[in-house]
């Protein structure tokens, strides 16, 4: 599966942004799909996941809240909604493909399929 992620930007705190995934040659409801993100000068960290089977969606406690994983099959694309952003979430974000077991959905190794990343960058 190829994933292209797109829909990031400048925004002030505590706006809104949504990120797209657009997944082609296979359909994301074959895959866990994933979202991650690295700031600037830190390592990449796990921030939601939705689930191939279920569509149960899973956060970190960060974003929790605030953020929201859909996926619209139809489209072969996943969606982060991000409100009440906050400068401590500028950084580039990642979606990503797993096959892997649910229980290791948090770790970067579970996913075998990464898109390009995309910039968001958040004002005070």
């Known amino acids: 599966v190829q994933l292209q992620a797109s829909g990031g930007g400048l925004v002030q705190a505590g706006g809104s942004l949504r990120l797209s995934c657009a997944a082609s040659?296979?359909?994301?409801?074959?895959?866990?799909m994933g979202w991650f993100r690295q700031a600037p000068g830190k390592e990449r960290e796990f921030v939601g996941v939705?689930?191939?089977?279920?569509?149960?969606?899973d956060y970190a406690g960060s974003v929790k809240g605030r953020f929201t994983i859909s996926r619209d099959n139809a489209k072969n694309t996943v969606y982060l909604q991000m409100n009440n952003l906050k400068p401590e979430d500028t950084a580039v974000y990642y979606c990503?493909?797993?096959?892997?077991?649910?229980?290791?959905?948090?770790?970067?190794?579970?996913?075998?399929?990464w898109g390009q990343g995309t910039l968001v960058t958040v004002s005070s």
């Open positions: 990503a493909a797993s096959t892997a077991i649910w229980g290791i959905r948090q770790q970067e190794y579970a996913y075998t399929y």
């Open positions: 040659g296979r359909t994301v409801r074959s895959y866990n």
């Open positions: 939705v689930s191939r089977s279920s569509g149960t969606a």
